[in-house]
């Protein structure tokens, strides 16, 4: 395997790729005030809820530093990701629409967010990847684990490079979001996948 | 799939409101039976709906039979299939050689809702509820939740045979299970999925989904070599539509790329049946009749089973896939209980009533909001996988 | 109906989070769905839930909403028709 890119992202700082980039406000106005800047042709990212959000904007700054044409229809890249509260902010969010009996209007547009692995395929949509997608729950950030994961992802024949996601949300003020474009050849291994994993969680 | 590594089902078991264990459960629809009952005022859902739910008293006192109170009602039917599968296993599941994979959608959610109480509040992380299930069998490895909507029961079986070829761990025990709720039942009531009559896949009268409980394990080990009689997991895929998040691609874009990855370099003329999704949705059930003929499988028996346990969601894909491989052993294709008249654009070859066959592998394929779909190949015996 | 019509325009943005557009963007007279405001399936369902919400309109099947929810006047013209608040 081999690292083309990396993001680490928390309400503190937001690296790409080694170079710390820099961000405004805080909550979910720091990710609208990100993708006004960097990304700003895709409005549906608005409907999207916390964790949607964040993957969005991480998966952006990093695609747009892959010297790759973009929204080019692929097979060939998966989108991995993992967490540890799944989708419980849309989840605390949609359950408030139906808690009191005589205000209870259920949300269909809050609802499909109570999934976690739609931010994975909102990805895919924007991105015009065919490839895999999945998001899997881990009891904590555990480098080892996710990094078995990931070499096991790799026995898809068809998958060449997987978009690897750690994107923690546990409220609209809270996120760890680690990023990495991963390919297929390559020298490193899950240990040094899990190694790198490790240091840049702790610099979050 | 590694030159000598085989993926072989060592055990399974299956609970669901239809009965306690894969025989039971085989027997019901053999027979034709259904656990879907409408439900008027139930959890406080103003509508009424119709679905496949335990029975509360007998599950709650058998439960309770087992000293299973402290687990939450989704822990207890895992908890229950797991125990189940494992006594037909002969595999020590406190062996570090044994990785878990769950497969859940909606989990603890029922949690959130202050009317139910008795639980930490913690409970309702997945992880943390699947950690409680593992130590319950004394297993020390950390648990992978796969959470990839309506189609994380293949998934996780997909991260099992990975896990194993890759030589991780020797011996997987995978487990899919969802309990319904007022959060499950409002939503899908809020996306107008929900029929207010048993589901009737691929017919030209479907209405929609019933939603259903249900748990199902199945335990896989890696070998060199499988036993004639065996199941094998040949190969799986995983692909996006690439089109919406909760709409189906009109082309089934991901179905049929996820059909052709597994079965490249297979004669279909070998396959027994395709155990569809087959919810009974409008577009699901439209979607999946032109994926399965543009993987040129027009030929090949179809089926679906919602009709006898509604969409048990984070179960239907372990569920479903138990069955399927009872259903060859017995040398049978079940029918697709609701259907009765074809209403998709791609004929397949459905029927209501069983068929004989004398064919040894099937495919299981699944869809889910995200754009997500999964399709994996079954054979019996593992010669025809290659 | 003028009212009616404005006061639906900002329900529209508010429910659908459409954070770009403002009221004086939206032509009353457009198709909401397709190029216009590229509103979609899931959109179509919340409108049925602001109508419920705000106007005690239940339309019990969805396909009716591909009707009413052709223009914003269309819409404005239904609800006056039908609402029970």
């Known amino acids: ?204 | 799939m590694g030159d000598d590594a085989m993926i072989v089902k060592l055990s399974d078991h299956i609970l669901s409101p239809l009965g306690d264990g894969t025989e039971a459960n085989y027997m019901a629809v053999r027979e034709g039976r259904s656990a879907l009952k409408r439900y008027s005022g139930k959890w406080h859902v103003p509508e009424p709906f119709v679905a496949s739910l335990f029975d509360e008293e007998a599950f709650a006192a058998e439960s309770s039979a087992l000293h299973l109170e402290s687990y939450t009602p989704f822990e207890q039917v895992l908890v229950r299939t797991i125990r189940a599968a494992l006594e037909n296993a002969h595999v020590d599941a406190a062996s570090s050689k044994v990785v878990f994979v769950f497969s859940t959608t909606k989990g603890n959610v029922c949690l959130l809702d202050e009317h139910v109480s008795g639980f930490p509040q913690e409970r309702v992380l997945l992880g943390v509820s699947a950690r409680k299930v593992c130590a319950h069998f004394g297993n020390p490895n950390p648990p992978v939740v796969v959470s990839n909507a309506c189609i994380s029961g293949l998934c996780a079986q997909i991260e099992a045979m990975r896990l194993l070829e890759g030589g991780f761990y020797d011996y997987a025990v995978v487990a899919g299970a969802d309990m319904q709720s007022q959060f499950i039942v409002s939503g899908f009531q809020s996306f107008k999925a929900l029929s207010d009559e048993p589901c009737r896949p691929f017919d030209a009268a479907r209405k929609g989904l019933n939603l259903g409980e249900a748990a199902a394990c199945i335990v896989y080990a890696r070998r060199e070599k499988a036993q004639p009689e065996e199941w094998v997991a040949c190969r799986g895929a995983i692909r996006n539509d690439a089109n919406h998040i909760s709409g189906p691609s009109r082309e089934g874009e991901g179905s049929y790329r996820a059909l052709k990855a597994v079965l490249a370099g297979f004669d279909a003329g070998e396959l027994a049946f395709v155990n569809a999704h087959g919810t009974a949705t409008a577009y699901n059930d439209e979607m999946e009749s032109v994926a399965i003929t543009r993987a040129g499988l027009a030929e090949v028996p179809v089926n679906g089973l919602k009709g006898h346990f509604g969409h048990t969601m984070g179960a239907a894909g372990v569920l479903e896939t138990i069955l399927s491989m009872r259903a060859v052993d017995d040398r049978c294709v079940l029918g697709t209980k609701g259907f009765e008249h074809c209403g998709v654009s791609h004929p397949l070859r459905l029927t209501a009533q069983h068929q004989s066959t004398d064919k040894r592998a099937f495919v299981k394929l699944l869809s889910g909001f995200g754009g997500c779909n999964a399709a994996l190949l079954f054979a019996k015996g593992g010669g025809l996988c290659v | 109906m003028k009212e009616l019509i404005e006061e639906l325009k900002v329900k529209i943005i508010e429910a659908l989070n459409l954070e770009e557009v403002r009221p004086e963007d939206i032509d009353e007279n457009a198709s909401l769905f397709g190029d216009g405001l590229g509103l979609d399936s899931i959109d179509a369902l919340e409108l049925i839930v602001m109508m419920e919400r705000n106007y005690g309109i239940k339309l019990k099947d969805p396909a009716q909403g591909k009707e009413i929810f052709k223009s914003i006047t269309v819409m404005a013209d239904y609800i006056q028709k039908n609402r029970t608040k």
């Open chain 1, 1 to 204: 395997m081999r690292i083309k890119k990396w993001l680490s992202f928390s309400p503190d700082s937001l690296s790409l790729n080694g170079e710390t980039l820099g961000v405004v406000g805080g909550g979910v106005e720091m990710l609208h005030e990100l993708y006004r800047r960097k990304v700003g042709d895709y409005p549906k990212f608005f409907k999207m809820d916390m964790l949607g959000k964040l993957g969005f904007v991480a998966s952006e700054l990093l695609l747009q530093s892959e010297d790759a044409p973009r929204f080019v229809p692929r097979e060939d890249r998966s989108v991995v990701f993992c967490n540890r509260s799944a989708s419980l902010v849309a989840d605390r969010r949609y359950q408030e629409t139906i808690s009191d009996a005589d205000n209870y209007y259920p949300s269909p547009a809050l609802f499909v967010y109570t999934l976690p692995n739609i931010v994975t395929g909102e990805i895919a949509i924007r991105n015009k990847y065919y490839g895999e997608t999945s998001f899997v729950v881990l009891e904590k950030f555990d480098p080892e684990q996710i990094a078995m994961h990931v070499a096991a992802a790799f026995q898809d024949p068809v998958c060449q490079s997987q978009l690897v996601g750690w994107t923690e949300c546990s409220d609209e003020s809270h996120w760890q979001c680690l990023m990495l474009l991963v390919e297929r050849e390559g020298e490193l291994d899950r240990h040094g996948l899990a190694a790198t994993l490790e240091r840049m969680f702790t610099s979050l």
